[in-house]
Nanobody, 117 residues
Framework: QVQLVESGGGLVQTGGSLRLSCAAS????????GAWYRQPPGKRRELVAL???????NYADSVKGRFTISRDNAKNMMYLQMNSLQPEDTAVYYC???????????WGKGTQVTVSS
């Protein structure tokens, strides 16, 4: 059974930083695709950043230059380093993994990030 557990969310002031972590069990990040999504209040869930099996990363335009997605293959963890946070970054952030072999997607339960102005 696949489980994704996020941590690291919280309340931060504008311009601050947070690092989100995602611990995976039942799926190996290094041989699959991983991503972070977010859902701002009253809005649809949106892709923030992804890292594919080969290690290539991609980012939403709104976070380019501020956020960095990474993974630790030895620990089977994925991270999202968020710098220069803005109030519009306030959202529930979700860890996502896609199993290439099984063609299945998995979601964590989310962690709240609130940026105060």
């Amino acid at each position: 059974q696949v489980q994704l557990v996020e941590s690291g969310g919280g309340l931060v002031q504008t311009g601050g930083s947070l690092r989100l972590s995602c611990a995976a069990s039942g799926i190996i990040f290094s041989i699959n695709n991983g991503a972070w999504y977010r859902q701002p209040p009253g809005k649809r869930r949106e892709l923030v950043a992804l890292v594919n099996r080969g290690g290539t990363t991609n980012y939403a335009d709104s976070v380019k230059g501020r956020f960095t997605i990474s993974r630790d293959n030895a620990k089977n963890m994925m991270y999202l380093q968020m710098n220069s946070l803005q109030p519009e970054d306030t959202a529930v952030y979700y860890c996502y993994a896609y199993s290439i072999d099984l063609d299945l997607a998995y979601w964590g339960k989310g962690t709240q990030v609130t940026v105060s102005s």
